[in-house]
């Protein structure tokens, strides 16, 4: 293993976010598995959540299949590679809230919890599956809408009706 690779998966053991993935294969009946560059392989995952082919923990990488197809997806690979680097940064489990505000800018630039999240484009959109989507122009259109509710004068109440109201 690469001096970067053992580094990751020391950070990831001392951060205790790999125990964490770990400890989700357990409660999960997730078989693990040793992969490469310090890695493992949860196969097989069951639970709906997340809505995802595959996801990270930590150094724990969770797959809904088994090693052949995982070993036929280098590129899915090396995208959740990616993220276990990224707990290390975030050392640990804070990936989880920062992970959560970047997913939610996307989700309300976008309309897609991927596109323009900061984890998923340092992971690679593509490697992942993701598509890079436009962004949707929300700040001209809260504009505008001030815009018509300042001009927009009140309906004048003529004297007729308000002594028919009275
Ligand atoms: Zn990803």
């Not at 125990?19 to 989700?24: I, R, T, V």
């Not at 088994?66 to 997806?73: E, F, L, N, P, Y």
């Not at 290390?88 to 996307?106: E, I, K, M, R």
Request: proline share 7%; with cysteine.
């Amino acid at each position: 293993m690469s001096f970067p690779v053992r580094l990751r998966a020391a950070a990831n053991a001392i951060n205790l976010s790999t125990a964490a993935g770990l400890l989700l294969a357990k409660l999960t009946h997730t078989r693990v598995e040793k992969g490469p560059h310090g890695l493992i392989f949860g196969t097989n995952y069951q639970p709906r959540l997340p809505l995802a082919g595959a996801f990270t923990v930590g150094n724990v990488i969770f797959y809904r299949t088994d090693r052949v197809h995982i070993d036929a997806r280098p590129d899915l690979l090396a995208h959740e590679s990616r993220h276990a680097t990224q707990y290390a940064w975030c050392l640990g489990l804070p990936f989880f809230p920062l992970y959560g505000a970047c997913a939610a800018y996307s989700l309300w630039r976008t309309g897609d919890p991927g596109s323009r999240n900061f984890f998923e484009r340092n992971a690679g959109l593509a490697l992942g599956g993701y598509r890079e989507l436009p962004t949707i122009a929300r700040l001209p259109a809260l504009r505008n809408q001030l815009r018509r509710l300042a001009f927009v004068k009140p309906p004048a109440i003529s004297a007729g009706q308000s002594q028919k109201e009275t």
